[in-house]
């Protein structure tokens, strides 16, 4: 276990310099290669865990094993795909290639603080429901995970403070004094340590077995009692003992989990924490906000209440999506739920607006993306597509074509429109999008793809689709409406014109630095990857989250 929870605090460690820029001391250990460590532990009964303590070479192998191993998985799939021919099959196996990778290597959805206001908004509401099976609400879960995430961070924080205490030593002598002094009920005296040591002992070997003895603190950091979270919270013991028990596997849980489900079906994904009799072992307990939807999911499942979960996201997107638009275009007119018919069929937008000459035409999709309804068939990927991507583009194209009929004359077009209080004559530009509750930037950004093998009509222009949290970040950086307004224009011909790999907030980052004036990239490639270009972003949101009064990036815009 002190394995595990050293993987996590070396391999997670972040500094931040004065100017909030990260400082990653080993760059290439990622969150998921933790994930599949800590499922691997659990996959041995605890009678094969090692009693050893623990040593800096193990810790060393193993930082170089587990992303070998994470890197393995992926390139035996890229040898297994070059025998396939058919376009169709390719194109298939490309997306499920894109959602691996999503699954498996994608973490942050949002960042920290959104995240856990969107979680709190949208599942408070069953916490009722909760409440009477499980004995906790979904508010309860919120609650104990923030609460384990900043004392974790307050303790992470302490143990590296310690440890830069007595790195300030310049002898060997200075450094066992600092460690006695800093370091908590230890036992013996520094004369006893350094006349146990060999008189040609250097200041790097003493720093060496210094770190490797703190390192057999690091489980403390990880370590919870259900007393220290009630206390934290101020809730009662009982519901935090459901908590963590809904929370917690057991050692040896995973025993006959396939090893290499676990790069896309990792059960640790919604079960965070170790049970050690009545110590909860919790190595990273932000992960939990990494995968909260899952998380909640189970949970709820368990709960019989999936219809009203259905329900909720339904409503709760569309409520963000109408507050969305109102804070980024103040004095629009905003219709929700718009319906009108035409040939006798009824037909429905969920969120109009109109702003000066322009209708923005935003379809919400509450559905859930599960990685596993789209590993299977072609058809059945197809269907996902279909439901998720292009039914929605389609929804807000027939009213666009409806106000491009309009402006064009047809009598019956421009009747439809009054009625639902369109002015088509205002109606110069209209932008359509659809947002969502899930990310499926993975789906929108295969574009080029689909249109390929036919599964999107080569004349149809997809709407690009937006995280509802990625979208409030766009609305909070541009926070001047038209710089918004061109951006979610600029976003259909960008994802038009390239097969993209990306996030939003990447695109975002595109943004602020070229317009979109990318012409020249169109001309010379296909394919373009804007990853990293979030930076600024990144590191605004960061300096927010650490309590720092910072100026939002701007706009790389020339006199013209």
């Known amino acids: 276990m002190s394995v595990l929870t050293a993987f996590f605090n070396y391999g997670m460690q972040v500094s931040l310099g004065p100017t909030a820029e990260q400082h990653k001391p080993l760059p290439d250990i990622l969150q998921h290669h933790g994930e599949l460590l800590h499922a691997l532990v659990l996959t041995l009964p605890i009678g094969e865990w090692g009693k050893r303590p623990l040593t800096s070479d193990v810790m060393q192998r193993l930082f170089d094993a587990v992303p070998q191993l994470s890197n393995t998985f992926f390139m035996q799939r890229v040898l297994d795909g070059e025998s396939i021919q058919d376009n169709e099959a390719q194109v298939v196996l490309s997306l499920q290639e894109r959602i691996r990778f999503h699954t498996h290597g994608v973490r942050n959805w949002g960042y920290f603080d959104n995240v856990v206001a969107l979680s709190r908004d949208l599942y408070a509401a069953l916490d009722q429901g909760l409440s009477a099976h499980h004995g906790f609400g979904a508010s309860d879960v919120i609650d104990v995970l923030l609460a384990l995430t900043s004392e974790f961070e307050r303790r992470n924080g302490e143990h590296w403070e310690i440890l830069r205490k007595v790195l300030r030593g310049r002898t060997v002598r200075k450094l066992v004094e600092l460690y006695y002094r800093h370091v908590p009920n230890l036992t013996g005296s520094v004369d006893e340590m350094l006349a146990a040591l060999p008189k040609s002992f250097t200041r790097e070997q003493m720093i060496g077995l210094l770190m490797s003895h703190l390192d057999l603190r690091v489980l403390d950091v990880a370590t919870f009692t259900v007393a220290e979270i009630a206390a934290l919270t101020k809730k009662p013991v009982s519901a935090i003992q459901a908590v963590l028990n809904a929370l ?20 640790v994904w919604d079960h965070p924490a170790i049970r050690m009799g009545r110590r909860f072992i ?12 899952r998380l909640m999911d189970r949970l709820i499942a368990e709960a019989g209440l999936q219809k009203q979960l259905k329900d909720r996201r339904a409503i709760y997107l569309e409520q963000q999506l109408e507050a969305v638009f109102r804070s980024a275009l103040p004095g629009a007119e905003i ?21 000066d000459h322009v209708v923005i035409i935003a379809e919400a999709k509450s559905h859930r993306l599960t990685p ?17 991507v292009l039914d929605p583009s389609i929804q807000s194209l027939r009213l666009e074509a409806l106000i491009t009929a309009a ?13 639902i209080g369109i002015d088509p004559t205002l109606a110069d530009r209209v932008v359509r999008l659809s947002v969502t509750l899930d ?6 950004a295969s574009e080029p793809d689909f249109k390929k093998v036919g599964w999107v009509p080569q004349d149809h222009a997809l709407a690009p689709s937006f995280l509802i949290s990625d979208l409030k970040c766009v609305v909070s950086i541009l926070d001047n409406p038209i710089s918004f307004l061109h951006y ?10 390239f097969d993209l790999l990306g996030d939003e907030i990447d695109y975002l980052g595109l943004y602020l630095a070229t317009g979109f004036n990318i012409a020249a990239l169109r001309k010379d490639f296909s394919k373009f990857s804007p990853v990293g270009m979030s930076a600024p972003i990144d590191r605004y949101y960061r300096e927010r989250e650490t309590g720092l009064n910072v100026p939002k990036p701007k706009m790389d815009l020339c006199p013209l």
């Open 407 to 419: 402006r064009g004359g047809d009598a019956e077009a421009t009747e439809i429109l009054t009625d």
């Open 439 to 444: 990310d499926f930037s993975v789906l929108s």
């Open 488 to 497: 979610i224009y600029e976003r259909v011909d960008l994802q038009k014109s």
């Open 372 to 388: 596993s309804g789209l590993r299977g068939g072609k058809e059945r990927v197809k269907r996902h597509l279909d439901e998720m």
């Open 248 to 267: 917690a596997f057991e050692p040896g849980s995973l025993e006959d989990q396939k090893p290499q489900h676990l790069f896309l079906d990792n059960p």
């Open 335 to 355: 219709k929700p739920g718009i319906r009108w018919k035409k040939n006798g069929q009824q037909f429905e937008n969920d969120l109009v607006v109109l702003f």
């Open 282 to 293: 919790i190595p990273l307990p932000h992960m939990a906000f990494s995968h909260i939807h």
